[in-house]
Each structure stands twice: as C-alpha cells, then as structure tokens.
C-alpha cells in the first residue's frame, strides 16, 4: 500500500469520527506529505524521512510536533485496520512542544480596552473566555439548547473530547450567567458565523480578535490566551490543581502542569508557602 493508499483512507475514516475543525487539521498536517511521499510504499518510509520531513526551518518546534503527530497517528491507524503490517513511523522522536503560557497572558488592562471596542456578539464572546476559561471552540460552540442557567452549567455537546465519550461541563459565575443572558438568544448556536451562520471556525475568530486589537490598540494577543490567563490567574491566587483542572476540562493534571505552572502563575503562592517555611 501507498503512503498515498495510506492518507486517503485514514482521512476517509477521519471524516466519520472527529470534529470538522480535527479533519481540517489532520489534512493541512497529511496532505502536503502525501503530495511529497505519495508514491512510495508505505512500509518503506522510516522514521528518518519523518523526521527529516518536518525538520523545515520555518517550522516552530510546536508545529513540527503536531505534524509528527498526526502522521504517527495516521499510520498506527493503518496498522490496527491491518492495512499495513507495521507502522514505518514507530520510534519517531518529535521535538518538545514549546508552552505559550507565560508569553500568551492577556492583562487586565488589554481584556477590558478588547471589551470597550468590541462589538456587542463579539465583546460577550470575549467576556465569556474571560470568565469560564474555556477554549475559543468550546464558546464558539456554545448553543441555547445547552445552557442550565438556573443551575450555571452548560454540559457541552460538542468539544475536544467529545469522540471519546467524555463529558464537558462549563461552570458559569453568576457574571457569566449575566452575560448570557444579555445575548437573549432563545434557540440555536449563541455566536454564529457572520458568513453562513454556522459555528465560528478557529481562523474566524483569530482574525476578528487581530482587527480588534488594531483597533483598541492592544499588542497582538491569540483566542487562547484568555484561556491561558485564566489557568495562571487560578494557580496563582491559590486555586487547587485539582479545581482548575475540572474548571478548564482536562482530563489530567499534566497538561496543567506543562502548560500553566510556570514561575509566572505561581509565584505569589509559592512566595507564601516559603514564608511559612522559616
């Protein structure tokens, strides 16, 4: 079988099994590869030629990871459905992700100057990230038929981890609960597309937070780094590992611990635990 052979299929199951914005990903990481690599047996790559492949200058070690990754993952799928006798890519060494946590922090100051310029749909979306944690995705999401407002829950029925069956429960603060409520939106998704109505795309929202920030004159900052913020803010005012772990919906520590627990978040509470110390 074809490293194309490969792809194409591994694609084709995708298309059943995970989000849109998955798939979308597994094909800008698999297909320029496939365009490269398409014609040799699958079973003749190596781990070198992986490696190799990824190793393009312009290419953050983040980046290279994530495409490392995804085709790791593409050829065990291939050999579990048995359609090739061993993955090729076993042993591939992917290089450290970098964490964003404590260049991607929004202040205060730049949330509220955000908030100020913003639209009305899109300045609630902003508080929202501020106040929940939650990923830009997981708001963009978010639809009426969701929400438990009395209760200040939503219990998500479309989220990172929804393919392995989890479940993903956003807590509200009674601000939050507020906001919503402001949006009056009685059925359907609470920030549709301004293209076709559907759910924001990732792009879509990274882009009208890069206008906004022109125009209030904030430094650049990324949908994600509210998320980042919120993490930091948690550890560092003293919130249990465990606690923002639920809050942001982990289904570990350590991606908590990789990400958010760096001198930054934690150096207020660390600062009063030394001086019980002496």
Known sequence: MSVQS?????????????????LRNYRIDLLPFASRYGSRSAESLTACDAEAYARKPE???????NVL??????????????????????????????????????????????????????????????????RPGEIAGLRAEDLDLENGVVVLSAHKMAHLGKIRVLFLSSEAVAVIRGLERKDGLLFPSENNGGVMTAQAVGCRLRRL???????????????????????????????????????????LHKHYAHLGARSQTMRDALGKVR
């Open 6 to 22: 490969v792809i194409t299929a591994f694609l084709a199951d995708a298309e059943s099994r995970v989000s849109c914005g998955c």
């Open 59 to 65: 290419w953050s070690s983040t980046y290279r990871a």
């Open 69 to 134: 990754g995804t085709l790791i993952t593409a050829f065990r799928w291939a050999e579990r459905e048995r359609l090739i006798t061993r993955s090729p890519l076993n042993g591939v060494r992917k290089p450290t992700r970098a964490s964003r946590g404590a260049k991607a922090i929004v202040s205060a100051d730049n949330h509220a100057r955000l908030v100020l310029c913003a639209p009305k749909p899109f300045k609630a979306f902003l508080q929202l990230l501020w106040l929940t944690g939650a």
């Open 213 to 255: 920030c022109v125009k209030a004159g904030v430094k650049h900052c990324i949908p994600y780094g509210y998320r980042h913020t919120f993490a930091t803010d948690a550890l560092a005012n003293g919130v249990p590992d465990a606690h923002v772990d639920e809050l942001l919906g982990h289904s570990g520590t350590a991606m």
